[in-house]
């Protein structure tokens, strides 16, 4: 109950905001997707007059601790009370990373909103996501060509009106890179025990799912040392599948379980990365330079028409460039592949294809805040 008044109050203390307070607000989920924020929202304050909302659905996300004049920040929960303020928001702008507005409970607003959504992944918007997904959203923050070719192609077939694009980059990588010593994102490990990170997409088919438990298992007996770093809806949804892979390697030096998101110490101290279909997997090889090995587990599929759009996704062409494939029945041998893998990779052609991938990379938050500056020029 005390939860419930406290959500009221920061739910009535926006509400009475005037309209220049909440000219721009960004939504979040939580934690998880501030990191995406993250980087636009100080860039945009560092750099920008106007005032910006920050409404939140956990109350540990740290977006909710950043101090400025300019910032404003609350937590609505994820309940009735933020169902009923994205059906009655006003404000003119409002920049959100979760698809899918309007299919569910978070509806359109009532008022005349422009609604923006920013990328928390480099994979392709046809293949992982639901049909759809952004039909409701005007302006689209892009973090390659693969995005503006994909989004064209779905308004020509659906006979959409189209939509602005801004060729924006990814904010997310440009954090990796930032916050990674540079030694750590190009130099071959020279260590005797090399450390491998598995970090997995969510859902069916997945490796945790499928073979966590043996994953973990074999690489351990082969030496490595081995970090499990489970995608945050695994970890709320699924977590006694990992809490089973926690117990049975908990006694083991070499094992170790990473829940934290925000956390980058193990992409910089690992060597290889582990995955599937997950977009980390793609941060991972453009954010350090370094490879990754996919196992070949059923493609994540949330739209069973993505053919139609007759584009390969980023996910399927870009695995072999990145790293290599190991079929599930190779399991067994993954450690050659693994040694091989790190023996041949080539972090220049790595940074090339990065380079090649994604927009802007390393000024995306500046180039994210001059199109949110241009949508409120033009009045939207």
Known sequence: MRTFFKQLSQLISFTQLSKAEKSIVFYSEGKDSWIHLKGLIEEFLKTSKIHICYISSEENDPGLNLKDPKYKAFCIGSGYMRDWLFSNIQTNIMVMTMPDLNSFQLKQSSYNVHYVYLQHSLVSLHMAYRKGAFDYFQTIFCAGAHHVKELRRIEQIQNLKPKNLVQHGYSRLDQIIKETPRNLRITRSLKPIKHILIAPSWGENTIIDMIGEELVSILLTDGFKVTLRPHPQTIKLSWHKVEQILKKHEANSLFNLEVEMSSQVSLSESDLM????????????????????????????????????????????????????????????????INALLKSYDNQKLMQLSNDTVYNLGSADSVGVQALEELINNNV
């Not at 582990?274 to 370094?290: P, R």
Request: aromatic share 10%; charged share 25%; glycine share 6%.
């Open 274 to 337: 582990v995955s599937d279909w997950s977009g980390a997997a793609l941060d991972y090889a453009f954010g350090l330079n370094k490879p990754v090995l996919f196992i070949d587990l059923p493609k994540k599929v949330n739209n069973y028409d993505y053919n139609e759009l007759e584009i390969e996704p980023l996910e399927v062409s870009i695995r072999s460039k990145i790293g290599g494939i190991l079929a599930l029945d190779e399991l067994p041998n993954i450690a050659t592949c």
